[in-house]
């Protein structure tokens, strides 16, 4: 398969969100050749994840096409003049169809599965109807459900600085999209711009990877898999395969080593004309296979690195033992997760041949992104009973050892350089384009900001004035014990 073509320059964003961490290489391990590297021309994959993104905008979030093209399906084609970009939606196929240049491409809606691009004309697995088996929403208090709440603001809370810190979210250069505020377990504050509501499944990008985590933690608790043992991928079983060094943890942490060239990756290391990192968004590939095929770069847990190839594998681990207990995977997490937490629809989409995408393309509403961090606000807890293993929050919002700077945990960033006007022990799901979950445990606290991507800038400083607002705005927390369980801590280096 030839290699991709050298063309301009891209100019690449940061795809999966918050701070670029920019680290330099160190001791690389030897790698095989003839690696596969992404295929097509780099216009042409641009094009591609423009008409993915526009059709889920469309079919997905009932946004309107135009809109949706300027704001946030414009990404995959910076330094494009969008007036030469032709697309058409199809309502009747639920088809997008865009054309530039010499180039076309094309993505169907499947329903519960969203929006795909097709690899050879098709998608490879049978699209499935995803079905809640919860009552209506409108039938159960939050947070199993969304019955009107008429309870006072807890005592303490300043209203008018409330007021102040959403206002301040709503910064009409940042598009916020959604901005919800919930405080010892009760919403406090709730807005959504004009044409959203409370059931919009919005673009969540890669806060993903942390529902990934959290999808892989019930198969922890169950005694399926444990962080420590090496993954279980059979490619790297072979004799000699450096890979079978790599642990769960290590993919967990974003520390594999796996060569797969990222968005944060140094310049002078990238060795391709298009990054792995937005291939397997644009390129219909089967994600997971691309995944487990990269050689080792660097000794696993030696280097933090920004890289999809680790939530991607952890996402293959999930599926392997899903289909090994022949359970449908299209429909597990709905059935092992949402339904637990009130969640009634979460769209997952995958590439064409099934497997969730879920480093970036996942549909979420606010509220249910709110439920997921008061999961994790809770250690795992939900009304009583333990979903998540014990000890399990304090793994995933604990310094990954590899990273050089506090600001990685297990599948989730953390606040340890204080990005955000939050405290320090702040950690959070976060994703391209200004998709943020905040968990506070120091001030009960679950903060959800969603936006269109062109106001990711803005709403950066958006927020840490909204934040600052807020924080004033609630009561000071009572001295409490913040000693947190010590399981799934690092055996080499603790809960740093």
């Known amino acids: 398969m030839p290699r991709v073509r050298s063309t301009r320059a891209l100019t690449l964003v940061v795809l999966a969100l918050g701070t670029v961490a920019v680290v330099a290489a160190r001791q690389a391990v030897p790698t095989p050749q003839n690696v596969p590297v992404p295929v097509g021309d780099p216009a042409a994959l641009g ?10 905008a ?57 929006c795909v691009l097709p690899a050879d004309g098709r998608i490879h697995f049978t699209p499935t109807p995803v079905r809640s088996t919860l009552p209506g929403a409108q039938t159960m208090p939050w947070p199993m459900g969304d019955a009107p709440d008429n309870r006072p603001l807890p005592d303490g809370i300043d209203k008018a600085k409330l007021d ?46 942390s529902l990934t985590a959290t999808l892989f933690a019930l198969l922890v608790k169950d005694g399926t898999y444990t962080l420590d043992q090496p993954a279980p991928v059979p490619l790297w079983q072979t004799p000699g395969d450096a890979r079978q060094k790599i642990s769960v943890r290590h993919l967990m942490n974003m520390s594999s080593g796996l060569r797969f060239v990222g968005n944060q990756d140094p310049a002078g ?84 041949y099934g497997n969730f995408l879920l480093t970036g393309y996942d549909y979420g509403t606010a509220r249910n992104w709110a439920r997921i961090g008061l999961l994790h606000l809770q250690d795992g807890m939900w009304m009583g009973e333990r979903l998540l293993p014990e000890g399990w929050t304090t793994f995933v919002s604990a310094r990954a050892p590899g990273w050089r700077r506090p600001e990685y945990g297990g599948l989730f960033w953390l606040n340890g350089i204080r990005t955000w006007t939050l405290p320090e022990d702040t950690y959070l799901a976060a994703g391209a384009g200004g998709q943020n979950t905040y968990i506070v445990p120091s001030r009960d606290l679950v903060i959800v ?30 001295p409490r014990d913040y000693q947190r369980p010590a399981l799934f801590r690092s055996p080499q280096h603790g809960d740093r």
């Open 47 to 56: 094009l591609a994840g423009y008409t993915k993104v526009l059709c889920s």
């Open 449 to 478: 900001r969603m936006g269109h991507f062109r106001g990711s800038g803005a709403g950066r400083r958006a927020n840490n004035r909204a934040f600052t607002l807020l924080l004033e705005a609630l009561p000071l927390p009572s």
């Open 269 to 352: 290391s990238r060795t391709q004309d298009y990054p792995d990192h937005y291939y397997i968004y644009t390129g219909a590939i089967d994600v997971f296979e691309y995944s487990i095929t990269r050689p080792l770069e660097f000794e696993p847990g030696t280097e933090g690195r920004y890289r999809n190839s680790d939530p991607l594998t952890i996402g293959y681990l999930i599926r392997r033992e899903v289909e090994r207990r022949g359970e449908n995977y299209l429909t597990w997490p709905q059935q092992a997760l949402f339904d637990r937490i009130g969640i009634r629809r979460q769209v997952l989409e995958p590439d064409p």
């Open 58 to 114: 469309v079919f997905v979030s009932g946004r309107d096409p135009e809109e949706a093209s300027r704001n946030s399906a414009y990404w995959w084609l910076q330094g494009t003049d969008l007036a030469e970009v032709k697309y058409e939606v199809d309502r009747d196929r639920r088809v997008v169809r865009a054309t530039h240049g010499a180039f076309t491409k094309e993505a169907r809606h499947y329903g519960d599965q969203g």
């Open 164 to 209: 102040a810190a959403v206002e301040a979210a709503f910064d009409p250069a940042a598009m916020t999209a959604a901005f919800i505020v919930v405080y010892k377990g009760q919403i406090v504050a709730e807005r959504y711009m004009e044409g959203v509501t409370r059931d919009t499944q919005l673009e969540s990008w890669s806060m993903g990877k």
